[in-house]
């Protein structure tokens, strides 16, 4: 029997990373929202490496805070160590990454999305959509409770049909023994979604009070203050270290001789694994030649006994789990709390969707997270605040936000996906993007802050501060170009100490600033500003005159590829009529339905030839709908 349980703007399906970043942006847009999740206690979960951030992931989660969303803010309250990657290399692959106590990461987010106006969160499992002439109208919940709405964002993970697996041992269940979502999945199929199967899994978690530390490396946070939101004012100085040990050629003979117990390859895992996150059994099988692997072990939170053994993802059997642990230096006599465990799961094939998220199917029906064949917590969280602007906005009858490969991460994430589909669990790398200089850890808030102020996420505040750091910037590039630094005893000693040759004319600060060894706070201490500027007006005047001639010629590829973005195409174009398109071309273009040129190329299939056709068609005016 079921009952009206409440009107919405927006209904959210799921707490996890992407459904807390969906919620809180709807919400904070001005839409009534509800999140609706199996388990209250299991808001913003972390079930795999307690963890944020990393190389491309890391930029992800400043672009999230710069859009106006959670994910930077929370880390920063609740972390036990930070670290800045890659600070040898440049500024483009340049990555924070945070440790997080897991309980207070989760405690902090529900706290947050319980104090936001505008915001219910309630638990409830959603079993089918209310759908009205294709679009959809609400969601129906095991307890008959009918919940209306204009828009409804599903961000249900690993949670679809979740099967954990452990040797032979198979259960229905979402991750850590959560109640998985069964008949929703069965639901998205009548309605004609396509599903794929996937697997992912993560590894034992182990005792810390019986690690022997002495055979291991420590691992330590940096010194220096670091947060991911640039709205952080108050740093944590107590970190907890991780720490560093290998396999030995005993672990690996072990795995080798339970090889036949593993459910990978006695062929009872179906889904296909992440490729970039491989189990210790497809490591050791797929490098054969490497006689050790790096494992870390990082403590899951403060006040727990809890340490994960990242590196080794594995489903083998517990007792196989046990003995494999014992063979590791340092964990000789350690005890095992958790096993390991792989989990298969169903999601969404996501060239099913547009590039707001929203599915070309059902109107104003969204998806984001895991369901659309992501993996990792950041992924997910940058889909989520993304599905909820755009269901906030589509409430609002109002155009959707998208954005483009060169301004954001997020947005080469979407366009993967919306555009080639993944046949894996898809993770984001730095090498997935084309403009990477431009897409950097240090500018996320140049990219994107005044795009999360028009659509309401950026206080009036804090975008003040936003204006003035842009002004300042462009106010000390400016200066530099017209300082010229004289040949003086002082100057020559400066450079001296920098490693750099000694002028022999007078030049240019900004010139001078170019040569790989100066940084800016030789030119400061060359010829001073009026004011001392703050460190990150700093970098970004250091970065930008560096960087300033690969910049330039990345944004002109920008601006050449803006006019293919330019050139739209309507979305029920009749591919099949277009004579000249090669038969392949015409079937993956009905497929996606790209909007522009642009996207079209990118799809998997279409050649430039197919491209030329489109061009001479558009040209033409001689574009069919399909009927």
Known sequence: MSYHGGDYDVIVIGAGHAGVEAGLAAARMGASTLILTLNLDAVAYMPCNPSVGGPAKGIVVREIDALGGEMGKNIDKTHIQMRMLNTGKG???????????????????????????????????????????????????????????????????????????????????????????????????????????????????????????????????????????????????????????????ETHQLINDNLHRSPMYSGMIEGTGPRYCPSIEDKIVRFNDKPRHQIFLEPEGRNTKEVYVQGLSTSLPEDVQRNILKTIPGLENVRMMRSGYAIEYDAIVPTQLWPSLETKKIKGLFTAGQINGTSGYEEAAGQGVMAGINAARKAQKKDPLILDRSEAYIGVLIDDLVTKGTNEPYRLLTSRAEYRLLLRHDNADLRLTEKGYEIGLISEERFKKFLTKKAKIQEEI???????????????????????????????????????????????????????????????????????????????????????????????????????????????LSEVRPLSVAQASRVSGVNPSDVSVLLVYLEQGRLKRVQ
């Open 91 to 249: 500024p483009a692959v340049r990555a924070l990454r945070a440790q997080a106590d897991k309980y207070l990461y989760q405690h902090e987010m529900k706290q947050t999305i319980e104090e936001t106006d505008n915001l219910l969160l309630c638990q409830g499992m959603v079993e089918r959509l209310l759908i009205e002439n294709d679009e959809v109208k609400g969601v129906i919940t095991q307890t008959g409770a009918e919940y209306r709405a204009e828009a409804v964002v599903i961000t249900t993970g690993t949670y679809l049909r979740g099967k954990v697996i452990i040797g032979d041992l198979a259960y229905e269940s979402g991750p850590n023994n959560q109640q998985p979502s069964i008949n929703l999945s069965y639901h998205l199929q009548e309605l004609g979604f396509d599903l794929v199967r996937f697997k992912t899994g993560t590894p034992p978690r182990v005792n810390s009070q019986s690690i022997d530390y002495s055979k291991t490396e420590i691992q330590p946070g940096d010194d220096v203050p670091r947060a991911f939101s640039y709205e952080t004012t108050k740093f944590i100085t107590d970190q907890l270290p991780c720490w560093l040990t290998y396999t030995s050629e």
């Open 478 to 588: 400016g200066r530099l170009e017209g300082t010229v630094i004289k040949v003086t005893e002082e100057t020559q000693k400066i450079l001296e100490k920098a490693g750099s040759t000694p002028l022999k004319d007078a030049m240019h600060a900004k010139v001078l600033l170019k040569r790989p060894e100066i940084l800016y706070r030789h030119i400061a201490e060359i010829v001073p500003p009026e004011k001392a500027l703050e460190e990150d007006v700093a970098e970004q005047v250091e970065i930008q005159v560096k960087y300033e001639g690969y910049i330039t010629k990345q944004l002109e590829q920008v601006q050449r590829l803006k006019k293919m973005e330019n050139k739209k195409l309507p979305e029920d174009l009749d591919y099949h009529a277009i004579s000249g398109l090669a038969m392949e071309a015409r079937q993956k």
